[in-house]
């Protein structure tokens, strides 16, 4: 194969990668709530996680609550119906708002990244997530903001 025939075809490829992978991304959509802020915590309803599907029920691995109360948003992992986790979305390193990428939260800043348990699972960042003990309560999450988990 010659050179304008490689790279023609390695073009080709990576722009098909590219475009099949920012379709699949566009598919998932992120889904925030404001949450009901109290004076020690955020509420939640179970609900905000559920997807609507055709003849089935389905939910979110993940909501975000955003607030103006709050400097940083808070990422939302449900692990499922008992089990969740409640992730500062504050890089560790030097302080930039990380973005969820699944069950990966990710520093645009330097690249860190965090796991869907607000460990560091790449660097520059060394020191986990500040993640916040969830209670769970019949349909209702409380996330308490007073202490750490």
Same mark, same amino acid.
């Given at each position: 194969?010659? &050179?304008?025939?490689? $790279?023609?075809?390695?073009?080709?490829?990576?722009?098909?990668?590219?475009?099949?992978?920012?379709?699949?991304?566009?598919?998932?959509? /992120? &889904?925030?709530?404001?949450?009901?802020? *109290?004076?020690?915590?955020?509420?939640? #309803?179970?609900? @905000?996680?559920? /997807?609507?599907?055709?003849?089935?029920?389905?939910?979110?691995?993940? $909501?975000?609550?955003? #607030?103006?109360?709050?400097?940083?948003?808070?990422?939302?992992? &449900?692990? #499922?119906?008992?089990?969740?986790?409640?992730?500062?979305?504050?890089?560790?390193?030097?302080?930039? @708002?990380?973005?969820?990428? *699944?069950?990966?939260?990710?520093?645009?800043?330097? *690249?860190?990244?965090? #796991?869907?348990?607000?460990?560091? /699972?790449?660097?520059?960042?060394?020191?986990?997530?500040?993640?916040?003990?969830?209670?769970?309560?019949?349909? @209702?999450?409380?996330?308490?903001? &007073?202490?750490?988990?």
């Amino acid at each position: 194969m010659n &050179r304008r025939d490689f $790279i023609k075809n390695s073009c080709t490829a990576c722009l098909s990668v590219t475009v099949l992978s920012s379709l699949a991304s566009s598919c998932t959509s /992120i &889904r925030y709530t404001g949450g009901k802020l *109290g004076k020690d915590g955020i509420t939640l #309803n179970k609900a @905000e996680f559920k /997807i609507k599907q055709k003849g089935s029920i389905a939910y979110s691995s993940f $909501i975000i609550v955003r #607030n103006d109360a709050l400097k940083y948003p808070i990422c939302v992992y &449900r692990y #499922n119906d008992t089990e969740y986790t409640a992730l500062w979305m504050k890089c560790t390193h030097q302080g930039a @708002e990380l973005q969820a990428l *699944g069950d990966v939260l990710h520093c645009p800043a330097h *690249g860190s990244e965090f #796991n869907n348990k607000g460990q560091v /699972i790449n660097g520059p960042a060394d020191s986990n997530l500040r993640a916040f003990p969830v209670a769970v309560n019949n349909d @209702e999450l409380f996330i308490d903001l &007073r202490k750490q988990a």
